[in-house]
């Protein structure tokens, strides 16, 4: 499959022990017209990741060598691709943490293959921080005190020092900053970030949030930069 934007062909690292597993979910992208690479221990992971640079990896939290959390969290010292993590079980603290050190997106053991393709194919066309390609790219850089958001070149800086953001991080904050007006709810920073056809618990808005905090700098006791609407949502701060 190519990315809509590019014509590239996506490539996507699917990270699972279980080999049966793997090699259908693999074969079922590869069909679909993706690239796909296939690795089955943590270690493996992360060098896959490093010398093939996929768009998306779908990773298994339970791995040989290293687990798939320490892997996510590797893999984000090199790499701003798409990270769909895998649970055996609807383990909320799991889903938490794996979100927490940069995943973008989960699905629960046992899923079917469709509703994965359907993950991918939803991170791969999901409007960036609201707005279209071209529109993205008209956009001048918006400022709130001490922190600079630039749609166009998708970075951002805090006191001159650039922010190293995951794609999931930057489009939450590209939407409120879009319009630091209003008060978003979980429910419309899903619907713009993730598309409208994504189904989850809507509190991994909260969690992503509370990382983009973090890498900001920003005290969520008194923040300046993501402000909680009590009752609604989020909105952009004055800095």
């Known amino acids: 499959m190519s990315d809509s934007t590019t014509g590239a ?6 990270v699972d022990d279980e080999l049966a597993l793997a090699g259908m979910v ?6 679909d017209g993706f690239d796909t690479l296939l690795a089955h221990t943590g270690p493996d992971a992360v060098a896959s990741a490093r010398e ?4 998306v990896v779908v990773l298994d939290l339970g791995l040989p060598g290293m687990d798939g959390i320490e892997v996510c969290r590797q893999i984000r010292t090199f790499s701003d691709c798409y990270i769909i993590m895998v649970t055996a079980r609807n383990d909320e603290v799991d889903t938490l943490i794996g979100l927490s050190v940069g995943a973008d997106d989960y699905v629960t053991k046992p ?3 469709r509703e994965l393709l359907a993950r991918i194919k939803t991170l791969q066309r999901r409007p960036r921080g609201g707005l279209g390609a071209a529109t993205q790219a008209e956009e001048p850089p918006r400022v709130f005190g001490d922190l600079r958001v630039d749609p166009a070149g998708r970075e951002v800086h805090v006191a001159g020092v650039q922010i190293e953001l995951t794609p999931t991080e930057f489009d939450i904050l590209a939407t409120l900053a879009a319009r630091p007006k209003l008060a978003f709810s979980r429910r419309q920073i899903l619907d713009t970030v993730w598309g409208p056809n994504w189904t989850g618990d809507d509190h991994v808005v909260d969690v992503h949030i509370a990382h983009l905090r973090q890498k900001l700098g920003d005290d969520p006791a008194a923040p300046r930069y993501v402000r909680t609407v009590r009752g609604v949502g989020y909105r952009m701060g004055h800095g």
């Open 9 to 14: 062909v996506v490539r996507v690292l699917v």
């Open 26 to 31: 693999a074969a079922y992208l590869s069909r």
């Open 52 to 55: 093939n640079r996929p768009d």
């Open 111 to 113: 899923f079917g293959v």
